[in-house]
């Protein structure tokens, strides 16, 4: 059926470092992969999305890179800050639309000063 | 523009009680998901509404249900509650187009002893 896994579930790094989250799916007509950022007792926030027909979306810090042919994505946050700590979920929108996301399981990224 | 309001922000109930859950949606947004999240399972789709109709479901039992009024604003039904039901619920709400950007409420919070 359906789904997505992410990895790794926990990731822990120095301020100033790089942090890099991996997800794949297994539906392979999915066309739309968002991520979204959960700060504690807050609700998910969308923090970056990418389409099937492009490679890589970059926003500032944060940039999504999209592999089709490996079925997989991956979130990369470059000069992290203590306040990108929080749980990160990626996404795929199966196929047919309709807004329905499968998420995955979360990554808890803490940036330590 | 106001985000997604959702009401209550906390509920307990006990077992065997039923639930209504409230979502006003972001002004012009005419489709509503509404997501289940736990500890355990993370974010899993509950159903997406669009203009008072259901246009998917995820694999929950029939005591989960929901509509979408004519102005778009959205509730969801649980009856007999389980203490498994016992989650953040989340809706969100997006342009009416499939795969477009999700928008999320603060969730409604739901205990059942």
């Known amino acids: 059926g359906e789904n997505v896994e992410q990895h790794p579930s926990t990731l822990s790094v120095q301020e100033g470092d790089s942090a890099v989250i991996k997800c794949t799916y297994s539906?392979?007509?999915?066309?739309?992969f968002p991520w979204y950022k959960q700060e504690l007792g807050k609700r998910p926030q969308l923090i970056i999305d990418?389409?099937?027909?492009?490679g890589e979306k970059k926003d500032q810090r944060i940039a999504v890179t999209l592999n089709k042919t490996a079925k997989h994505f991956s979130l990369h946050i470059t000069e992290t800050q203590p306040e990108d700590s929080a749980v990160y979920f990626c996404?795929?929108?199966?196929?047919?639309?309709?807004?329905?996301?499968?998420f995955g399981a979360g990554t808890r990224l803490a940036v330590h000063p | 523009k106001a985000g997604v309001t959702q009401t209550p922000r906390y509920l307990i109930k006990t077992r065997g009680q039923q639930v209504t859950l409230s979502c006003s949606p972001i002004?012009?947004?005419?489709?509503v998901s509404w997501y289940q999240q736990t500890p355990g399972q993370g974010l899993q789709f509950l159903f997406e509404?669009?203009?008072?109709?259901?246009?998917n479901k995820g694999n929950f039992p029939g005591r989960f249900s929901g509509r979408q009024f004519s102005n778009s604003r959205s509730e969801m039904n649980v009856s007999t509650l389980e203490l498994g039901d016992s989650a953040l619920y989340l809706c969100?709400?997006?342009?009416?187009?499939?795969?477009?950007?999700?928008?999320f409420g603060s969730g409604t919070q739901l205990s059942v002893l």
């Open positions: 996404a795929a929108a199966t196929s047919g639309g309709y807004n329905k996301l499968i």
């Open positions: 002004s012009g947004h005419r489709s």
């Open positions: 990418i389409r099937s027909n492009v």
């Open positions: 509404y669009f203009s008072e109709t259901q246009r």
């Open positions: 539906d392979s007509a999915s066309n739309y």
């Open positions: 969100a709400s997006s342009l009416q187009e499939p795969n477009e950007k999700l928008f």
